[in-house]
């Protein structure tokens, strides 16, 4: 049976790619294809290079010969998804529980290392009880409604990630949004809530855009003064934040502060995939219940889990991968100020070099290929217009003398297209 479906889908394909006739279907065609155009005149089209090498700090792009660039833009903040323990672990999770389990979890989709991961994120955040998604998109796209009401309202930072924004969408409760890591307007909106039976305070720990970090003490403090509960999305700040890699939480002295968190396995946690929820068990229990992205998505492949729990165990033997950051980081921002630039945030890896205008990050961003640092420019609608930048993104497994050379060229490249004197 399996051998006339491909001999059929073959012969599909032998003539070549079939698309939809009809009017309706070229009215459609011609209003994707106006809107690329504007997309491409704006200056904002997004292409994907193809690597075909691990990820790291050194990279080989398709066609681009040897492994020789250096990467500067991947979310590796602890250069693990390489690391030759973490690769063995999925490869031994891949051989003893399969390639995946064809099912969402309650039906037949939970395995022993579902469970073992569960237990050993809750340990690593220190709380009750944890739950895994196929993405940290689906977990904040989940929570929201599963936990909100009419009766309810949730605060969101204006800048949160565009998942915590669409999840906050799909949920009933009533919504305010507050200034960018503003307390004095945290603080207004907080007061007009007060009508609302339980009020949800949602923020990033570390914005991914901008490179800064929120202030939880005054969220935590103004969150007990109004009775309020505090949500902080950490997938960049898991693994690295705070002495032993705990986040924002542990980074700023309030985890018995902090009631939920969300946060990803793609990034520093081995860098496959996969998101969490962790906090108290009845919130758990409940998410099981009726989190829609839990009960309608597969559950995560075991080769995935086996990464993620590898990573887990480095970061929990040690904090000195976590603690190696922190120099690397101070060297990058200091070096590019030092040389004109104007790097947002602070303090975080996540450095981006703030240029304004779309058309000369994207050129610049080309420009530091051809000169061996893959760095991509970020300009609207990921960021907002006028707020144009190329996101650097410093490694653990970075050395000084790749800082460097990454510094030398942007100031090459600066310097050429007019953004340095």
Same mark, same amino acid.
């Given at each position: ?6 001999? =059929? ?96 979890? @309650? ?29 940290? @998109? ?7 409604? =599963? ?6 309202? +949730? ?140 009960? @309608? ?55 981006? +070099? ?27 609608? +990921? ?39």
């Amino acid at each position: 049976m399996w051998l006339r479906v491909a001999a =059929a889908g073959a012969g599909a394909g032998a003539g070549g790619s079939r698309a939809a006739s009809g009017a309706a279907a070229a009215q459609l065609r011609r209003r994707l294809e106006g809107e690329l155009e504007g997309i491409r005149g704006a200056g904002t089209w997004k292409s994907e290079r193809v690597i075909a090498s691990p990820q790291g700090p050194h990279l080989r792009l398709a066609g681009g010969g040897d492994a020789g660039i250096l990467n500067f833009c991947a979310n590796n903040y602890l250069g693990l998804s390489s690391h030759p323990q973490v690769i063995r672990a999925a490869v031994r999770a891949l051989e003893e529980f399969g390639a995946g389990l064809s099912s969402v979890r @309650f039906i037949c989709g939970t395995q022993s290392i579902h469970k073992e991961l569960e237990e050993k994120i809750a340990r690593f955040h220190q709380r009750e009880d944890a739950i895994l998604y196929a993405s940290c @998109f689906d977990a904040n796209a989940g929570i929201f409604e =599963a936990l909100l009401t009419p009766e309810d309202a +949730v605060l969101s930072d204006e800048l949160n990630h565009a998942s915590i924004i669409d999840g906050i969408r799909l949920c009933k409760a009533n919504k305010y949004r507050y200034k960018h890591m503003d307390m004095q307007d945290l603080e207004a909106k907080l007061q007009d809530a007060q009508k609302h039976r339980l009020r949800l305070v949602a923020t990033d720990g570390a914005f991914s855009m901008d490179g800064d970090i929120a202030p939880l003490r005054e969220i935590c403090q103004l969150a007990q003064k109004y009775d309020a509960l505090v949500f902080i999305d950490e997938c960049h700040a898991t693994g690295f934040l705070g002495p032993n890699g705990r986040g924002t939480d542990e980074l700023l002295g309030v985890m018995d502060k902090v009631t939920i968190i969300n946060s990803t396995l793609g990034k520093a946690l081995g860098g496959a995939a996969g998101g969490y929820t962790t906090g108290p068990k009845p919130l758990i229990d409940l998410l099981r219940q009726r989190s829609r992205p839990y009960l @309608f998505s597969n559950s995560l492949p075991p080769a995935v889990v086996g990464c993620a729990s590898k990573a887990l165990d480095l970061l929990m033997e040690s904090n000195a991968i976590a603690q190696s950051m922190a120099a690397k980081t101070q060297r990058f921002r200091s070096k590019m100020t030092a040389a004109g630039f104007t790097i947002s945030g602070k303090d975080h890896p996540i450095c981006p +070099v703030m240029l304004g205008d779309a058309r000369l990050a994207a050129v610049m961003a080309e420009d530091m290929l051809s000169r061996g640092i893959y760095v991509i420019g970020f300009s609207y609608p +990921v960021v907002p217009k006028g707020k144009a930048r190329i996101r650097v993104q410093i490694s653990a497994v970075h050395s000084d003398e790749d800082i460097d050379r990454c510094v030398e060229a942007f100031t090459e490249v600066g310097r050429k297209h007019g953004a340095l004197p």
